[in-house]
């Protein structure tokens, strides 16, 4: 039986980031992933950077609600690769959009006699950013039922400010029977708690919606000067804040030709750029995916063509 690993979690909570440092463990290099976004372009596969031919995208919008076929296909069709030695893993990951209501994806994996005879129960674990998750949980229903389903809670981003009473206390009224701690890679992998998924899919709160929201690309040809792009994160945290719900993307900088930046923001928080020695992919486009309420398509493109005269007037000044 394959173990199988349902991670969810708003948008912005640290998903991809924190299985991307658990594949980076040799201990868990043997794990095929099965990767879910909601945005205009997936972006995900690329932040993992893994080059495994296991790790799949199924960008057809919420994991939960298009392609729940799709996905049992695609873990079958692994496990019978697996099984002709085409493939060598020893587990699976299901990273989930930000933006998916976990529990119709868990109904149609434990409705499937395939997927039962092959794989285990799934283990639900869902990210809770220590920073923005109280507000996630006022706002989006989709981020209370990804609390309410998981056999596990990983508190993320302790590192910037611990977890409020109120945060934890929120979290165990929703879901009294799910351990919480700071998240980690170890806490990916395990057995479901001992609490009956069937309860827990009973017990939910009301059922999730996104249709207010919308996702768009930013592309660009060119590279774009460093500060350009520091320029671009600060008036994107001013202008759009709390509109802004995620922002992520690979940047291609004059300065750094080959390095492409690595951008994370959520709301009025953008993290400084992280380089990658290379590019993960052929493509070395700029691709900053936006995902918001209420921001037209045409003002970060207008934002930057704006601050990118006014660097190249500062620098021939």
């Not at 099984?83 to 976990?102: F, I, K, M």
């Not at 206390?169 to 799910?178: C, M, W």
Request: with cysteine.
């Amino acid at each position: 039986m394959i173990p199988v690993t349902v991670v969810t979690g708003a948008l912005g909570s640290g998903k991809t980031t924190l299985i991307g440092r658990t594949l980076r463990d040799p201990a868990f290099g043997r794990t095929a992933v099965i990767v879910n976004e909601f945005g205009a372009i997936p972006l995900d596969h690329d932040l993992i950077a893994s080059a495994d031919e296991s790790v799949l995208t199924l960008a057809t919008g919420c994991l939960c609600c298009t392609v729940q076929t799709d996905l049992a296909r695609t873990m079958l069709d692994l496990a019978a690769r697996r099984d002709a030695g085409e493939l060598v893993y020893d587990r699976v990951l299901v990273e989930t959009s930000g933006l998916a209501d976990p529990a119709p994806l868990m109904q149609a994996l434990l409705g499937d006699a395939a997927i039962a005879a092959t794989h285990r129960v799934p283990l639900v674990v869902t990210l809770v950013d220590a920073v923005h998750g109280e507000a996630a949980l006022d706002e989006r229903p989709e981020a209370r039922r990804q609390v309410a389903l998981a056999d596990r809670l990983l508190i993320s981003k302790t590192d910037l400010c611990p977890a409020s009473r109120m945060l934890l206390d929120r979290l165990a009224g929703l879901n009294p029977q799910a351990p919480q701690s700071a998240a980690g890679q170890l806490d990916l992998f395990g057995d479901p708690a001992p609490i009956g998924l069937a309860t827990r899919l009973r017990d939910l709160p009301g059922p999730a919606g996104h249709a207010d929201l919308e996702s768009f690309v930013l592309t660009l040809d060119r590279p774009m000067p460093a500060l350009a792009l520091t320029l671009l994160l600060q008036a994107l945290a001013e202008h759009c804040g709390r509109r802004l719900l995620r922002l992520k993307g690979l940047v291609a900088i004059a300065e750094m030709p080959g390095q492409p930046a690595v951008i994370h923001g959520v709301r009025h928080v953008v993290a400084a750029p992280d380089f990658l020695p290379a590019w993960p992919s052929e493509d070395q486009t700029t691709r900053i995916v936006f995902i918001g309420q209420g921001i037209p398509r045409w003002f970060p493109a207008r934002l930057l063509a704006a601050i990118e005269e006014e660097v190249r007037d500062a620098v021939a000044a």
